[in-house]
């Protein structure tokens, strides 16, 4: 490409294809040079072999390692070179530069463009945007305080919910044992004046039959006077005797 119409085109514009690609070459030997020489400092602190016998082994073996992938590596990178000077670097037959009034007149367009006024409020915008970031920001900051806070909420309704399950069930049966032990008592009442009113009825009866003064006939609450209900009362305790 040396001399050649495409790096006078090139260098025209003030462009160099050659020192760009040999930049590039030099950058990707350095850390070729820098990624070496850190292996080799690794391999001698793992392998503690800084100040003994083995040392010079560890450099043969990593400069034996190095040569192999530089030779293959010197190798594609110079046909990437090549590559690169003959095709990316070309310019097609016939190609000519445009006329310094065309370049006078796209000038003219680019110093229409670079406005003053217009970087200004582009500038405004920047800002503003900038401004926006950070609001937004903080609105996410602290809407992510509140899903926590509401989180924080739900937790302790559900412990509280809980808890009162808990309570009314446990009230629950206090109120049914409540409710057996006052039905035992009233059972139990119940049965002992029903008992008692058999034993005062028999004493009564048996009062009726064993008194001496007693006129069945001529007492005012003799068989005269008596109804029914009394006579018949009267006739079973008569059969008991």
Excluded at 134 to 152: G, P, V, Y
Aim: aromatic share 4%; with cysteine; hydrophobic share 35%.
């Amino acid at each position: 490409m040396e001399g050649s119409e495409s790096e006078a085109v090139f260098e025209s514009l003030n462009l160099k294809p050659r020192v760009l690609v040999n930049e590039i070459l030099n950058t990707v030997e350095n850390l070729f040079d820098d990624a070496f020489d850190f292996y080799h400092q690794e391999a001698s602190t793992l392998l503690k072999t800084e100040g003994t016998d083995r040392s010079q082994h560890i450099n043969q073996g990593i400069d034996h390692i190095r040569n192999v992938i530089l030779s293959n590596m010197g190798r594609r990178l110079g046909m990437w070179q090549e590559y690169c000077l003959r095709h990316c670097f070309a310019v097609p037959q016939g190609f000519s530069l445009p006329k310094s009034e065309s370049l006078d007149e796209s000038m003219t367009c680019h110093d229409v463009i670079c406005d003053p006024d217009l970087d200004a409020q582009l500038d405004s915008l920047r800002n503003r945007l900038t401004l926006i970031g950070k609001e937004s920001s903080e609105m996410n900051r602290e809407l992510q305080a509140l899903e926590r806070q509401s989180a924080s909420s739900d937790s302790c309704a559900a412990l509280v919910n809980e808890a009162l399950q808990l309570y009314e069930q446990n009230s629950a049966h206090d109120m049914l044992l409540e409710m057996m032990r006052t039905a035992s008592e009233l059972r139990t009442k119940v049965e002992k004046l029903r008992t008692k009113r058999i034993e005062d009825a028999g004493c009564i009866r048996t009062k009726r039959i064993c008194d001496p003064n007693r006129d069945l006939l001529t007492s005012n609450h003799g068989l005269f006077n008596a109804k029914l209900e009394d006579l018949q009362e009267f006739l079973g305790d008569l059969k008991k005797i």
